[in-house]
Nanobody, 123 residues
Framework: QVQLVESGGGLVQAGGSLRLSCAAS????????MGWFRQALGKEREFVAA???????YYGDSVKGRFTISRDNTKNTVYLQMNSLKPEDTGIYYC?????????????????WGQGTQVTVSS
């Protein structure tokens, strides 16, 4: 099983930007799909973005055009660049590793989770 460690969360004003990083270890990184989910207080975990081993990318509707997912296979790291942040983007952001990129927006399809990093966007 892969181990995932997120970093880069914090407090930012609306309209600002943050970049999250997720370092993976424990298995060959290059071929496996990776993603990000988030969970606001009192709400279900929500799909944010996913990227396949070959670079195919998918986004949740609420972040399209504002967030960008990328990966650096030489560093075993996946990133989430978040621009034009809104207060409704506030939540804990979780890095996710899949075995296969099938039904990628379903959290039940995730094989491993990171511990999460808090993102707070103030109005």
């Amino acid at each position: 099983q892969v181990q995932l460690v997120e970093s880069g969360g914090g407090l930012v004003q609306a309209g600002g930007s943050l970049r999250l990083s997720c370092a993976a270890s424990g298995r060959t990184f290059n071929y496996y799909p990776m993603g990000w989910f988030r969970q606001a207080l009192g709400k279900e975990r929500e799909f944010v973005a996913a990227i396949s081993g070959s670079g195919s990318i998918y986004y949740g509707d609420s972040v399209k055009g504002r967030f960008t997912i990328s990966r650096d296979n030489t560093k075993n790291t996946v990133y989430l660049q978040m621009n034009s942040l809104k207060p409704e983007d506030t939540g804990i952001y979780y890095c996710a590793a899949y075995n296969r990129l099938q039904d990628y927006s379903d959290s039940a399809r995730v094989d491993s989770w990171g511990q999460g990093t808090q993102v707070t966007v103030s109005s």
